[in-house]
């Protein structure tokens, strides 16, 4: 049988205490909400924005690592763990608008991002809206929403796979970006605990490995979103799709060096395709033996790409 953690072991305190190195978790009110960030390591800055249905402790595998190079930065997004769970502001413009005003809050004039899933859009938007404060960005498996996902359908094509995602070469039925759309009903089915299934679902389906992402992980995760207006809040980001697909309309070629990171089992070959169009210095690379949830699955090769990319 497993185990349940304690809640305040659970807490970002505690939890950021744990890692190897000195992490200490921390907030800031900035640009009308309250986020949360957990700060280690010293140099150059690094911010590192996780995605759904995650936190910041997605990069926990990776951060003492990075800390031994650069002041490592893991923030909880607007509606995201620690952080401020607000009724609107969920489109990625608005998001980048949050890390922007936390980077200046931090006293800095410009930062290198990398992203994961939703984090990967907001870390696309900032460079697009302030490319003077931007040094390099990392996307890890996810670009910015594009015209290509307006073409997303609600019913799954003959050869897409409904239940296993993780096979080579399908693409995969994204159901709950649908599901998410929804206003009221998820919190009402996943609220109190029930979170949990849906979460197993995932990671047994988009990650290579399942067991990178352990129990301990699970219950964090679990325990974030374990409210209705947590599970609201992070389908807020999928409800702002359709804004940030006309924001990209007016973007131009991101000019800092931009690095994409897929998953040999997901998103590289999609990545591999889009993104050199959308930068002027663009490298996509494949992480061997991954899924989607990258950081986790190989925090190793994750390091590796990471100081190689930004020095």
Request: aromatic share 10%; charged share 20%; glycine share 10%.
């Amino acid at each position: 049988m497993t185990s349940t953690i304690a809640p305040e072991l659970l807490s970002d305190a505690a939890l950021a205490a744990s890692l190897e190195g000195e992490f200490t978790s921390h907030v800031a009110e900035v640009n009308g909400v309250r986020l949360h960030y957990v700060d280690g390591g010293a140099g150059t800055p690094l911010l590192l924005l996780g995605g759904w249905p995650q936190t910041w402790w997605q990069w926990h595998k990776v951060m003492p690592a990075l800390a031994r190079r650069y002041r490592v930065i893991a923030v909880d997004l607007r509606g995201m763990g620690g952080s401020d769970q607000p009724v609107e502001g969920y489109d990625k413009r608005t998001m980048a608008a949050d890390i922007r005003a936390l980077v200046a809050h931090l006293g800095w004039e410009s930062v290198s991002i990398a992203g994961h899933d939703i984090g990967a859009m907001v870390a696309y938007a900032y460079a697009a809206n302030y490319p003077d404060a931007t040094d390099k960005i990392a996307l890890l498996d996810v670009p910015h929403p594009d015209e290509g996902w307006a073409g997303f359908g609600l019913l799954p094509e003959p050869d897409q796979h409904v239940d296993s995602v993780i096979e080579a070469g399908d693409r995969s039925y994204l159901w709950w970006f649908a599901f998410n759309q929804v206003q009221g009903l998820p919190e009402l089915l996943l609220a109190d605990g029930r979170i949990r299934l849906l979460l197993d679902w995932l990671f047994g389906r988009q990650a290579e490995d399942p067991a990178a992402i352990d129990e301990r992980a699970r219950q964090v995760y679990a325990h974030a979103y374990s409210t209705a207006d947590a599970i609201r809040a992070g389908n807020g980001w999928y409800r702002t799709f359709n804004q940030d697909i006309a924001d990209q309309r007016g973007y131009g070629r991101i000019a800092a060096p931009l690095l994409a990171l897929g998953g040999a089992q997901s998103n590289y070959e999609y990545l591999r395709n889009l993104m050199p169009a959308k930068g002027t210095e663009v490298t996509v690379v494949e992480i061997a033996d991954c899924g989607h949830y990258i950081p986790e699955e190989q925090p190793h090769a994750v390091v590796e790409a990471l100081t190689a990319f930004l020095g």
